[in-house]
Nanobody, 121 residues
């Protein structure tokens, strides 16, 4: 499965973006799809994840209440609705796949090319 993130951009603080992650192959119900971000000079950070089959969602404390993860199973696409954006949300956002839920990026694979999100103050 190849993953490709898109839909980032430049937005003012308080604004919204909705990046998407499209998959070229099949995503199984047992898979967990995650969004991660990496700011310059910082380690990759867990943002959110969703169980592909059940739709159960998980969020980091930093984005809980502002971001919403969702998926379109028919289109094999993962989304991240980002509201009330803050300058500290600025990073490259990437999607990846795992066989189980974890916030450790090392448990994920099939990393796609990320999309840049820049939030100006």
């Amino acid at each position: 499965v190849q993953l490709q993130a898109s839909g980032g951009g430049l937005v003012q603080a308080g604004g919204s973006l909705r990046p998407a992650c499209s998959a070229s192959g099949r995503i199984f119900s047992s898979h967990v799809m995650g969004w991660f971000r990496q700011a310059p000079g910082k380690e990759r950070e867990f943002v959110s994840a969703i169980r592909w089959g059940s739709g159960m969602t998980y969020y980091s404390d930093a984005v809980k209440g502002r971001f919403t993860i969702s998926r379109d199973r028919a289109e094999n696409t993962l989304y991240l609705q980002m509201n009330s954006l803050k300058p500290e949300d600025t990073a490259v956002y990437s999607c990846a796949m795992s066989n189980s839920y974890d916030q450790n990026p090392n448990t994920y694979r099939n990393w796609g090319q990320g999309t840049q999100v820049t939030v100006s103050s």
